[in-house]
């Protein structure tokens, strides 16, 4: 913390003496807010994570982009490792929030015009976020990291290929790929959506079934998210496709879990985030496959 609090404090943007307060909620970056001649930064401090496929260059480039978009606030400045964003005063949401209508009505715009318009601001080559390859690296990297785990995967991967099937083609748009609800900052009088980290070109059902599954919608919610989404009856091909994906949401979370018990310093219980993500996986593709057989 403190090598991070220096690399905030010792910047030459301030105009005066700073002194950072630390953030909780950064799972692969630390995170400050910094009073300053008057207006208040939100800072993010992190290196590459290899591991997880992150290059902040490219989180900086879709954080600008998002911003030109009207649905994220400015970066004020950027250096390797750290990103000064304005600060949004606000508050996070959680999963009860996003189950709320009123707030899922709102954020189902907010998700599409990062899909259709973060793309056209984007500047430099954009990396593309296909959950099949990612999960596939996890696999690779757990079983070289001697992970507990290890036993689980040749299960784990024959479900994937078999996922990865039944999305069959898909359309491409530029997705988030994290739509935890505390991604999300509700100001009172907008909804704003933040952190880029795992941002690239991605089918659209990605973003809806991680946004149906890590904040646990109702099969009505998610009936209605597709079709608000896509303005149209949903086809029995399309959602054969989308809980496909979800399942594969859920799978990239927990795998990702697996892969940040072993590589990761931060002090979090990455093995009870595994399981209770496996957990959610399991439910799903049980789900999954009754409905594909049915």
């Avoid at 490219?58 to 600008?64: F, I, K, L």
């Avoid at 793309?119 to 430099?124: A, I, K, S, W």
């Avoid at 070289?144 to 024959?158: A, F, K, T």
């Avoid at 219980?269 to 594909?292: C, G, I, Q, V, W």
Wanted: hydrophobic share 40%.
């Amino acid at each position: 913390m403190n090598k991070n609090f220096n690399k905030v404090k010792q910047l030459d943007m301030w105009v005066g003496p700073v002194d950072p307060q630390p953030i909780d909620g950064g799972l692969t970056n630390a995170n400050f807010l910094v009073h300053d001649g008057g207006r208040d930064y939100f800072v993010r401090v992190g290196e590459d994570v290899t591991a997880h496929g992150i290059v902040r260059a490219h989180e900086v480039e879709a954080s600008r982009a998002a911003h030109e978009a009207g649905i994220s606030p400015r970066v004020i400045k950027a250096r390797p490792g750290i990103m000064v964003l304005e600060f949004i005063e606000g508050r996070t949401l959680t999963e009860q929030d996003v189950q709320q209508d009123e707030y899922l009505e709102a954020i189902i715009p907010l998700v599409r015009t990062c899909h259709r318009r973060v793309p056209q601001y984007f500047r430099g080559n954009a990396l593309i976020f296909w959950v099949f390859q990612v999960v596939r690296n996890y696999a690779g990297l757990l079983t070289e990291g001697g992970s507990r785990m290890v036993s689980r995967l040749p299960d784990l991967m024959d479900s994937a290929e078999i996922l990865e099937q039944a999305v069959g083609p898909v359309e491409i748009v530029f997705g988030h790929n994290d739509l935890l609800a505390a991604n999300f900052i509700d100001d009172g009088k907008r909804l704003w959506l933040v952190d880029y980290d795992y941002g690239g070109f991605n089918s659209p059902l990605f973003d809806l079934g991680g946004l149906a599954s890590n904040n646990s919608l109702s099969p009505a919610q998610e009936t209605w998210m597709l079709e608000e989404y896509f303005g149209e009856v949903t086809s029995e091909r399309r959602w054969v496709s989308y809980q496909a994906m979800k399942c594969a949401s859920l799978l990239r979370e927990s795998m990702w879990s697996m892969v940040s018990e072993i590589h990761s310093a931060l002090d979090f219980d990455y093995r009870a985030y595994t399981e209770e993500n496996l957990s959610r996986y399991e439910a799903a593709l049980s789900h999954f496959m009754a409905l594909k057989q049915s």
